[in-house]
């Protein structure tokens, strides 16, 4: 059965940086899209990033742009989630999604169980 996990969150301090990575497993990476989504307190899930599946395609959440960089390693059936210069607003847990296509769709039909990403001095 498909499955995304996630790691690497935690907590960092205003200025710092993360990476999360995404390992899938279940299903042939290199064919689908893939993503990273947040969800912070009150707040409705957004997405961040996505990324085709070749990894040549990539795009980001205004609110990210120049920050964070979406990539992916298909040989480890990877996605990665570097995040610099991080916001106390970035603090959210962290999902990883599966695209149903091959390039960015907004059609997610696999989740992972999240990572919690604070920000906080």
């Known amino acids: 059965q498909v499955q995304l996990v996630e790691s690497g969150g935690g907590l960092v301090q205003p200025g710092g940086s993360l990476r999360l990575s995404c390992v899938a497993s279940?299903?042939?990476?290199?064919?689908?899209?893939m993503a990273w989504y947040r969800q912070a307190p009150g707040k409705e899930r957004e997405l961040v990033a996505g990324?085709?599946?070749?990894?040549?395609?990539?795009n980001y959440a205004d609110s990210v742009q120049g920050r964070f960089t979406i990539s992916r390693d298909n040989p480890k059936n990877t996605v990665y989630l570097q995040m610099n210069s991080l916001k106390s607003e970035d603090t959210a847990v962290y999902y990883c999604a599966r695209d149903s296509r091959s390039t960015p769709s907004g059609t997610y039909d696999y989740w992972g169980q999240g990572t919690q990403v604070t920000v906080s001095a």
């Open positions: 990324i085709s599946r070749t990894g040549v395609l990539a």
């Open positions: 279940g299903f042939t990476f290199d064919r689908y899209a």
